[in-house]
């Protein structure tokens, strides 16, 4: 086995890594197969962490394989079905991106919220000016829609095991919808939303991978309109 691959979350810790690879080149997504690849494998050699704007906690390093020497017991499923074991995880992945983002819209959201209730400028609070107001009902508003489209992907991918449209609008939304929020929230801090001090800053650099990972947001419109086409192609 030989090749890289780039951000993978963990790889720095994880005893197993779950590798696609190209077994069969002529068979286009059919030649692509699943293998448990363990840490300490010869050949598998686990790169320098990465220095990220944000989500700092979290391990990220690239995976490098210099003729990886992989045995057949250590293929996951049948040969050539490693490209439907990577699809069938995506929208898990995508909903649990979506909870992330709920999370750290709450977060930020209880921190703007309060600051503007403490700080007071020209003898008023900051939450008593209308802009602010406006910017905390339309984050309280998007907040409660990004909760309703992931809970809605959830509530699909637990019953029906399908919910690739639900949750490519849940990641899509929760992401866009989080940064906007976080950008507002850290707006009614003023200079202090730049400052290590408050945890706003942290957020702020937290939220921006959520609209990258998983699937960029333009790469969710694109599964969104095909599921939408093919339901009225269907009908």
């Known amino acids: ?8 979350t963990n790889g720095t810790y994880a005893g197993i890594h779950l590798v696609f690879a190209v077994t069969d080149p002529d068979k286009g997504s059919r030649g692509i197969s699943c293998f448990g690849v363990e840490k300490d494998t010869a050949g598998l050699i686990i790169g320098p962490e990465e220095r990220k704007m944000g989500l700092r906690a979290s391990n990220t390093v690239p995976l490098i394989f210099e003729n990886c020497r992989v045995h057949r017991d250590q293929l996951i499923g049948e040969r050539g079905g490693g490209y439907g074991i990577a699809l069938a995880n995506l929208d898990g992945g ?45 984050s309280r ?57 408050f945890p706003i800053e942290r957020y702020y650099r937290d939220a921006r991978v959520t609209r990258i990972y998983e699937g960029t947001s333009e790469v969710q419109r694109i ?8 339901a009225f192609e269907i009908d």
């Open 141 to 197: 508003a998007e907040l409660d829609q990004a909760w309703m489209l992931t809970l809605k992907a959830a509530i699909l991918r637990d019953s029906t095991g399908r919910s690739a449209q639900a949750s490519s609008m849940a990641k899509l939304f929760a992401s866009e919808s989080c940064n906007r929020i976080v950008d507002r929230m850290l707006q009614l801090h003023g200079g202090y939303g730049f400052v290590e001090d």
């Open 94 to 138: 995508r909903i649990g991106i979506a909870a992330q983002c709920l999370g750290i819209a709450e977060a930020a959201m209880k921190e703007g919220v309060q600051y503007a209730i403490d700080r007071q400028v020209f003898k008023k609070r900051v939450a008593d000016f209308q802009a602010s107001q406006i910017a905390i009902a339309d």
């Open 1 to 8: 086995m030989n090749g890289s691959k780039q951000w993978i």
């Open 223 to 230: 599964v969104i309109a095909r599921e939408v086409i093919r």
